[in-house]
């Protein structure tokens, strides 16, 4: 059974500044991906980053990278020069990869983000 | 490519009711998957399917629920005699490989 951690409810950050948030797993599989997911207010689901277990660089899009720590089981977004738009629920999500059936994305409980004018 | 989109985007159904919902996946995207989310959660996966197989079910999906993909393209999700515990989002997703598109999701109310 797979299992993902997020310990921040909530945290806010001012227009323009750096916010860290956590995510720590659980899982048995040595093959998975790690993703972000946002999902604003009333609006869908959107894929922000991914990460594939295998490898070690840790992934960037944009304004948005990751802190992957394998050995750890942390995964942690750091999103810069944060925008209003970024307000939203985060998600952080593993999918784990063995070929041998399960497809299924495990999903934390999310983090509430709100970015401050 | 218009995405991933599910009809009704909201239900309110009386508790004892049968209700279906409908997902269309992006069209060359050969996986389909449902899952459940409630108020202050992250989503919960129900089912899976490949094409037109259904390959998976999680032990949420009770026998009140049945899923199913005919010529696996569009995705039905049936619930029978509803009850208010599953008033929640059900979303939609599909992929082509291990990354996952979703729908706008289906608000269902139970009353």
């Known amino acids: 059974a797979q299992t993902v951690t997020q310990s921040q409810p909530e945290m806010s950050v001012q227009e323009a500044e750096t916010v860290t948030l956590s995510c720590t797993y659980d899982?048995?599989?040595?093959?998975?991906?790690l993703f972000w997911y946002k999902q604003p207010p009333s609006r869908q689901m959107i894929l922000v980053i991914r990460q594939e277990a295998y490898k070690q660089q840790n992934a960037t899009e944009n304004r948005f990278s990751v802190n992957f720590q394998k050995a750890a089981k942390s995964f942690s977004l750091k999103i810069s020069d944060s925008q209003l738009g970024d307000t939203a629920m985060y998600f952080c999500a593993l999918y784990p990869y063995s070929g041998a059936g399960s497809y299924q994305l495990t999903f934390g409980k999310g983090t509430k983000l709100s970015v401050i004018p | 490519d218009t995405g991933v989109s599910q009809d009704p985007r909201h239900k309110i159904t009386k508790r004892g009711q049968n209700v279906t919902f409908r997902c269309d996946p992006i069209?060359?995207?050969?996986?389909l998957y449902w899952y459940r989310q409630t108020l202050g959660q992250g989503p919960e996966f129900l089912t899976y399917f490949q094409n037109e197989a259904q390959l998976e079910k999680s032990r949420l999906l009770s026998d009140r629920f049945s899923a199913e993909r005919p010529k696996g393209s569009f995705s039905t999700l049936e619930i029978q005699r509803t009850e208010q515990g599953d008033s929640a989002m059900y979303l939609c997703?599909?992929?082509?490989?291990?990354?996952?598109?979703f729908g706008p999701g289906t608000r269902l109310t139970v009353t």
């Open positions: 997703a599909s992929s082509w490989a291990y990354e996952q598109y």
């Open positions: 899982t048995s599989e040595n093959n998975y991906y």
């Open positions: 069209s060359e995207h050969n996986r």
